[in-house]
């Protein structure tokens, strides 16, 4: 259906009838700027043809004013109602994008990719299963910063995570300050549920909140820790002399301390050696974390101003054409 939202607006239709009508004329300065001799035998009453109004004229202005006003009280299309869920839960993913993530250890659609490359396809897709919550992103390396703050709008945050890079934050990792930062943002953030799902390949190497500390400071602050591990166990590498060999590229994963984080906030961890894994999780967490909440309904709403806005000009245009077209003749 159509609305208008400013209906009060249409009260000022007779605003240009008023103002003719009681609004004084200039005053006539005297004189005309043109004699014209033959003007003078001409009788009484007799004036050149179109110094009145043209008639066509008056009733573009008049439709060029109905126009405006239309526009002005800023008609709506209203959609049919839809139903949103709302949990009311504010979730932080923590991503880390330190150097390790760029290691070519794990698989995506069958050929060899990053870690950061597969988190972000993985998360993305979380994301965009959380209706309902308010969704916030912290990227963390050397140091931790907020990329995306907790909103509903869940397509910009999933557009931050495919922006992320290596190395954006430091190519060290500090898993304590980006716990830190979590616990501050929340405590400015709407009330509800707080989580934070964080994600990191290596060990605590910056930063000036120990991990564990910052833990203790999520507690207190009910703030719920998921963490994920994730790298897989085994690699194959160049050696020396072309000699390739095994390694385990997940040596450096501090497993313990993301235990005692998640066991210190009532979360749990998890760990992600391949891509199935890591969906395998965040397929874990949504069953951990349900959707389900009170739902609240809305109606899309699109504007049509700029479609009498439009005409109006298009009117107004025809008019001013009009207005510089020659006279010929006489009344």
């Given at each position: 259906?159509?609305?208008?939202a400013?209906?009060?607006?249409?009260?000022?239709?007779?605003?240009?009838?008023?103002?003719r009508r009681w609004?004084?004329?200039?005053p006539?300065?005297?004189?005309?700027?043109?004699?014209?001799?033959?003007?003078?035998?001409?009788?009484?009453?007799a004036t050149p043809?179109?110094?009145?109004?043209?008639?066509?004229?008056?009733?573009?202005?008049?439709l060029?004013w109905?126009?405006?006003?239309l526009a002005?009280?800023?008609p709506?299309?209203?959609?049919?109602p839809?139903s949103?869920?709302?949990s009311?839960r504010?979730?932080?993913?923590a991503?880390?994008v330190?150097?390790?993530?760029?290691?070519?250890d794990?698989?995506l659609?069958?050929?060899?990719?990053?870690?950061?490359?597969?988190?972000?396809?993985?998360a993305?897709?979380?994301i965009e299963?959380?209706?309902?919550?308010?969704?916030g992103?912290?990227?963390?390396?050397?140091q931790a910063?907020?990329q995306?703050?907790?909103?509903?709008?869940?397509?910009t945050?999933?557009h931050?995570l495919?922006?992320a890079?290596?190395?954006?934050a430091?190519?060290?990792?500090?898993?304590?300050?980006?716990?830190?930062?979590?616990v501050?943002?929340?405590?400015?953030?709407?009330?509800?549920?707080a989580?934070l799902?964080?994600?990191?390949?290596?060990?605590?190497t910056?930063?000036a909140?120990?991990?564990?500390?910052?833990?203790?400071?999520?507690?207190?602050?009910?703030l719920r820790?998921y963490?994920?591990?994730?790298?897989?166990?085994q690699?194959?590498v160049?050696?020396?002399?072309g000699?390739r060999q095994?390694?385990?590229?997940?040596?450096?994963?501090?497993?313990?301390?993301?235990?005692?984080?998640?066991?210190?906030t009532?979360?749990?961890?998890?760990?992600?050696?391949?891509?199935?894994?890591?969906?395998?999780?965040?397929?874990?967490?949504?069953?951990?974390e349900?959707?389900?909440g009170?739902?609240?309904v809305?109606?899309p709403?699109s504007?049509?101003?700029?479609?009498?806005l439009?005409?109006?000009?298009?009117?107004?245009?025809?008019?001013?054409?009009?207005?510089?077209?020659?006279?010929?003749?006489?009344?």
């Amino acid at each position: 259906m159509i609305q208008l939202a400013w209906p009060w607006l249409l009260l000022s239709l007779p605003l240009p009838w008023l103002l003719r009508r009681w609004w004084p004329p200039a005053p006539d300065r005297g004189g005309s700027a043109l004699f014209a001799p033959f003007a003078i035998g001409l009788p009484a009453g007799a004036t050149p043809r179109g110094t009145r109004p043209l008639r066509w004229r008056q009733w573009l202005a008049v439709l060029a004013w109905l126009c405006l006003l239309l526009a002005g009280a800023r008609p709506q299309w209203l959609g049919d109602p839809v139903s949103l869920p709302q949990s009311g839960r504010n979730l932080l993913l923590a991503i880390d994008v330190s150097g390790s993530m760029e290691t070519p250890d794990l698989t995506l659609d069958g050929s060899q990719a990053t870690r950061l490359d597969v988190v972000r396809q993985v998360a993305g897709e979380f994301i965009e299963r959380r209706a309902g919550d308010r969704v916030g992103l912290i990227l963390f390396g050397t140091q931790a910063y907020l990329q995306a703050p907790l909103t509903f709008d869940h397509i910009t945050v999933h557009h931050f995570l495919d922006e992320a890079v290596i190395g954006v934050a430091g190519r060290e990792t500090a898993i304590g300050d980006a716990i830190g930062l979590a616990v501050k943002r929340l405590r400015t953030a709407p009330g509800g549920e707080a989580v934070l799902v964080l994600l990191t390949d290596g060990q605590n190497t910056a930063g000036a909140v120990p991990p564990r500390q910052a833990a203790q400071l999520a507690a207190q602050s009910g703030l719920r820790i998921y963490t994920i591990g994730i790298g897989a166990d085994q690699m194959r590498v160049q050696g020396p002399f072309g000699i390739r060999q095994t390694i385990n590229p997940s040596a450096d994963l501090d497993e313990d301390t993301l235990q005692a984080i998640a066991e210190a906030t009532g979360g749990r961890y998890f760990r992600a050696r391949d891509l199935a894994d890591l969906e395998a999780v965040y397929a874990r967490l949504d069953e951990l974390e349900p959707i389900e909440g009170s739902s609240h309904v809305v109606r899309p709403v699109s504007a049509l101003y700029s479609w009498p806005l439009g005409v109006a000009l298009l009117l107004s245009l025809l008019l001013a054409v009009g207005a510089l077209l020659p006279r010929k003749g006489f009344a």
